[in-house]
T-cell receptor, first 110, second 115 residues
C-alpha cells in the first residue's frame, strides 16, 4: 500500500503564483522526501526533511513537516512554466527503500 | 560519473516472453532497488538489495526475479511477461546519510509494453 497521499491530485496556476502541495502519511518516518518528475522522465530529488526538522528551504522550495499530524507540504514560490511536472512525496520504508504517494500534477501556465 | 544507467529505454514483449532489465550504478552505493510506475500512480517497490548477495521482496514482487552478484549491477528479470506488467520501471541506488537517512539516485527508466 502507498504510504503517502498527495493533495491535490492536480493543480493549475499562472506563472508567478505560488503552488502548495500537501502530503499525508501513515506510519512513523525517519525522513520525508519530495521528488519531481517531468512527463515521461525519471525522478529528480528535490529536498529531504528529517523527522526532527520542521521546515526546510532550497531555492524557491519550502518544505514543512508536522510529525504530529503525519503531514508535509511543499511550497513552490514564484512558479515558472518549467515547474510544470508531477510532484511526489516519499517516505523511507526500512532498508533505504522509498514508499511513494500518487503525486500531484502541477501545470503552470505562462 | 554516469550515475544509474538503465537499459533498454524501451521494450515491447509478447505475452509469455522473458527478458532482463539491466541496471548499473558506478557510485559504489550499497543499496539498490527496482520500482514500477503505472499511469496516475506513484512508484511501487518490486525488489531491493542491501548489498551484494542480498535481495528481498518489496510491495509487488510477483512475476519478477532479481540477483545482486556485484555492487554495481542489479538486473530485474521478467520470467513470463504478462500484459499487467506493462509499466515504466525505475532502478534506484541509495547510500546511507546516517541516522536512518538515505540519499537516492534514480535511473531514467525503462518503458515496457507487453502485448
Amino acid at each position: 500500500s502507498q504510504q503517502g497521499e498527495e493533495d491535490p491530485q492536480a493543480l493549475s496556476i499562472q506563472e508567478g503564483e505560488n503552488a502548495t502541495m500537501n502530503c499525508s502519511y501513515k506510519t512513523s518516518i525517519n525522513n520525508l522526501q519530495w521528488y519531481r518528475q517531468n512527463s515521461g522522465r525519471g525522478l529528480v530529488h528535490l529536498i529531504l526533511i528529517r523527522s526532527n526538522e520542521r521546515e526546510k528551504h532550497s531555492g524557491r522550495l519550502r518544505v514543512t513537516l508536522d510529525t504530529s499530524k503525519k503531514s508535509s507540504s511543499l511550497l513552490i514560490t514564484a512558479s515558472r512554466a518549467a515547474d510544470t511536472a508531477s510532484y511526489f512525496c516519499a517516505t523511507v520504508r526500512g532498508y533505504s527503500t522509498l514508499t511513494f504517494g500518487k503525486g500531484t500534477m502541477l501545470l503552470v501556465s505562462p | 560519473n554516469a550515475g544509474v544507467t538503465q537499459t533498454p529505454k524501451f521494450q515491447v514483449l509478447k505475452t509469455g516472453q522473458s527478458m532482463t532489465l539491466q541496471c548499473a550504478q558506478d557510485m559504489n552505493h550499497e543499496y539498490m532497488s527496482w520500482y514500477r510506475q503505472d499511469p496516475g500512480m506513484g512508484l511501487r517497490l518490486i525488489h531491493y538489495s542491501v548489498g551484494a548477495g542480498i535481495t528481498d521482496q518489496g510491495e509487488v514482487p510477483n512475476g519478477y526475479n532479481v540477483s545482486r552478484s556485484t555492487t554495481e549491477d542489479f538486473p530485474l528479470r521478467l520470467l513470463s511477461a504478462a500484459p499487467s506488467q506493462t509499466s515504466v520501471y525505475f532502478c534506484a541506488s541509495s547510500y546511507s546519510l546516517g541516522q536512518g537517512n538515505y540519499g537516492y539516485t534514480f535511473g531514467s527508466g525503462t518503458r515496457l509494453t507487453v502485448v
